[in-house]
């Protein structure tokens, strides 16, 4: 069973990349991540036997998701990996805040599972997957200017669908916005 741990943005901001998508795939055909939903990837990993060690993982999420800080996180442009995938990237601020929030999940999930993926290594938002120079160059031309946020209030644990060919969520771990006693410190 393969799973993930992203961070969706609002149903306004899945809508808006969605008709991204859909004007990109006028212009150039099918590609591939056309019809998956809008997301940040923080990790993938996989089990297999799913019931234990899933639970054991959707318990550690909850307990890391009531200290986590919800806040905007900012999309300030276009820009593409060599690999040939064109996507929204945050704000420089943004990214180091979600950078933070990958770090935290992923050294929390990192002793309860053998192989874990991390892909926090640069926050993105994926349009596109896979293409080649020419629709790389037209989904440059087509997408130069974003001034769009989120708000940034959770994390969700997603379960690899084989049939469909796409990951499901599986729960939404909403943030809690608490601090972490850290002891007093005394004057006298």
């Not at 993930?4 to 008709?19: L, Q, R, T």
Request: charged share 30%; proline share 3%; with cysteine.
């Amino acid at each position: 069973m393969k799973y993930s741990v992203v961070i969706h943005p609002g149903i306004d901001f899945i809508d808006y990349v969605k008709d991204l998508k859909k004007k990109l795939e006028q212009k150039i055909g099918w590609y591939a991540s056309v019809n998956s939903l809008a997301h940040i990837s923080i990790c993938e990993f996989e089990f297999e036997s799913d019931e234990v060690d899933i639970e054991k993982i959707k318990t550690k999420l909850i307990h890391l998701a009531e200290f986590e800080k919800a806040q905007y996180v900012y999309l300030s442009g276009f820009n593409y990996y060599k690999q040939h995938t064109f996507f929204i990237e945050p704000s420089l601020y943004s990214k180091a805040y979600l950078k933070d929030i990958f770090r935290r999940v992923i050294n929390h999930l990192r002793p309860y599972i053998v192989g874990l993926s991390d892909k926090g290594n640069d926050p993105h938002i994926t349009i596109a997957r896979k293409l080649d120079e020419d629709k790389m160059i037209v989904s440059k031309k087509l997408f130069t200017h974003i001034d769009k946020s989120f708000f940034c209030d959770s994390f969700s644990l997603r379960k690899f669908n084989p049939d469909k060919g796409q990951y499901e969520i599986m729960q939404r771990f909403s943030f809690g916005n608490k601090n972490r006693k850290e002891g007093q410190l005394s004057l006298f």
